[in-house]
């Protein structure tokens, strides 16, 4: 089983930036990837980014693209969402993931990943 805990939300006005953290513990060493998600009122969870454990490998959003930085320490098993010029539709609970199984994997499909963090809110004002 692994933990996941989301810190670094808040408030920040349009065109602010912030930066999410999720740390994992427990059974780390089996993390294939990680990813983050989010989930505006009244809208279905939606996938913002998501990054291989060993590889690196990196995927986006197109609506976060160029904004968005997913990157992961992986001596702290931490892996942060640097998120620049913020737009108000950002405003979202902001949930981390994490996959145990190795490929083939959709890294946008949700039902791929098998722990969840208890979200984090972000709330960008106009």
């Known amino acids: ?6 810190s670094g939300g808040g408030l920040v006005q349009t065109g602010g930036s912030l930066r999410l953290s999720c740390a994992a513990s427990g059974r780390t060493f089996s993390t294939y990837a990680m ?3 989010r989930q505006a009122p009244g ?4 996938f913002v ?3 291989t454990w060993l590889g690196g490998l990196t995927y986006y959003a197109d609506s976060v693209k160029r904004r968005f930085t997913i990157s992961r320490d992986n001596a702290k098993n931490t892996v942060f969402l640097q998120m620049n010029s913020l737009k108000p539709e950002d405003t979202a609970v902001y949930y981390c ?3 145990i199984r190795h490929p083939p994997w959709v890294p946008t499909d949700e039902g791929q990943y098998d722990n969840w963090g208890q979200g984090t809110q972000v709330t960008v004002s106009s």
Do not use: N
């Not at 089983?1 to 989301?6: C, G, K, S, Y």
């Open 1 to 6: 089983q692994v933990q996941l805990v989301e």
């Open 35 to 37: 990813g983050w998600f």
């Open 43 to 46: 809208k279905e969870r939606e």
């Open 49 to 51: 980014a998501a990054i």
């Open 97 to 99: 993931a994490s996959r």
